[in-house]
């Protein structure tokens, strides 16, 4: 006969540590919660901006318009940026949730913002730099990413008008797809920028810095 | 003595499983599986300590003679306290002190010899503490002998406390809650709080389950006659007190605890001591489960051989395994740093040095509401146990040995293990 002491002992662990596996689950859904509002104000965002558009063809003063739009996109891109290292966190902290629906609607959005500057660029006749940027977000690590990346961050805090856009190319997005057949991209990391220039893996800053016109 | 090829071959393995681990199950996962045996182990102690009520001290119906016996080997700065206060323990009958000088080279003989009132047993060669044991248990006149360190001061009441608990003719050993004595250092203090957890809840409840594993060295009082029946101390085995112990029970004799007799004994005073210590002591308990293992699960040693042996074990070698899985992520995260600084500079990057993020994982809450929760609920009855209060200046070493000590204690296991794997020679 088993002794009743093994019973109570399992019976116990089974309980103690589906509770404690609640705690986590609502401590991590609470996290993922406040990246899904964050996400959604980037949605937000950019059908505000598009409704600005829609209002621009009937305004009057179009450059006040614009300003808005460019101070939207300006803060928007900067939010988004800082987004991502706030998904990779959670995502590499968070136990059991699927986060793939997470980062793909984040990705959408970003890609939104993406033909926002671009719509603005040519409406608003701003001098938004544009830099898509491919890297691979699972294994096998990707080191050249982490330094293409911070070479991004520089150049991004040194001219004000560049906006990056990272894209996973391992996620199955369909547009990551599309754009990299429209670019021939096939490697990472790699880059476009505004629209023409490709870079196949990894580049430095000088070798970038002539392909942007740098303002502020 | 030099690293063999099989230690070799059984490092690189602990690895290669680690990093399969974590390849497969990802690194939380194992944790989370190593943790559920946490889990599962602390769960049983609190069943058995709930189940069964800590006993008073019985009311014995006679009071044997006891025969103290000190095992003295270079002593001098501890024997003279030991052996006068065993001398003063309280006892309702006859206490004779029987101490071996084990060929010391210090003045530890002079000193014995102006000790009134004791019987020395003087060796020529030094034959180690089980074999002085032996041989003072053939002049010993006691039913009982107790058997007392020589760097350990009993308290008064220590035998007093200790001897009810020879109920009937089954028990074998009694043992004792031991304590450092006069922790000054915050080290003696953080190994005094881990004495108190050890024998204080653990070995209590042990004794409740009749599966105590060890008959510890400082003070223990035993059957002389058990003793002699399963043939006394093994004098080639470097935890003796754990040999003795298991010897017992698979000789069908029980092992009582009693809380209630404190004894304080001298603790290593440096890092370089305590590993010492700990690497004996651990490659002793690693030998003796081994040299045991028929105890292993078998039907006639009830929770011995079905829980405390095996699920001890299985832990501290759990313990080692998540030093294993931890050294394996660190060392990924090495060569990808490395990676990253190489392809830095392949573009002539300056990049300053990169530490990838330090991510604490969630499956991390589970690791820790496990383990704090066990130690703190074992904390709290221990101290009851040992009658002594939770006082604020306990608070900084209880907080080192829930962040570091455990890591500490993880890596004498490592060490003891490979060197008994590596059948490395033994230094006390």
New interface residues.
Partial sequence: MV?K??L???A??IV??LA??F??NQ??AASIGRLESKITDSQLSVQESNLFFEILSEASDKEKVCEIIQQKIDSQSMKNAGLIDAID?AE????IVDFTGLKKSYFLSNAELFFLIKKSNEVCNENNQTILYFYRDAKP?C??C??QG??LDEIRAKCGNVKTFAFPIDLDLGFVELFKTLYGIDTVPSMVINEKNVFNG????QEIMPKIQCGT | MALKAKTLMAFLAFILISAIAIEVFTI?WVVVAIT?VF??TG??FF??YL?TEVPEIPKPRKWPAVSVIIPCYNSESTINKCVESAKAMKYNSKVEVIVINDASTDSSLEILKGIPGIKIIDKKKNEGKAAGINSALKIAKGELVCCIDSDTYPSMDALQNAVPFFTDETVGAVTCLILANEPKTFFGHMQNLEYMLGFGFYQTTLSL?DAAMITPGPMCVYSKKALLKVGGYDEHNITEDMEIALRLQKNSYKIKASHYAKVYTVVPGTIKQWIRQRLRWYRGKIYNTLKYRELLFSRQHG?LGN?SLPFTFMLEMGSVFILFLVAVMLLESLV?VV??M???M????S?AL?LP?V?????A??FF??TLSTFGLAMAVSFDLAKEKFRLKDIPPTVFIILFYGIMVALMWLMSLFKEINRSDYTW
């Fill in positions: 002794n002491i093994y109570k002992a399992v116990f662990s103690f540590a404690v596996f705690i986590i401590l991590d966190q590499k902290s968070i136990f690590l080191s050249d982490i330094v911070k070479i990894l580049a430095s800053e | 939380y559920l889990l599962f769960s049983m069943f058995a189940e389950m929770f829980f990808f990676q990253v190489l392809s830095a392949s573009i002539n990057y990049l990169y993020p991510i604490i994982h969630s499956s809450i589970f509401a496990t």
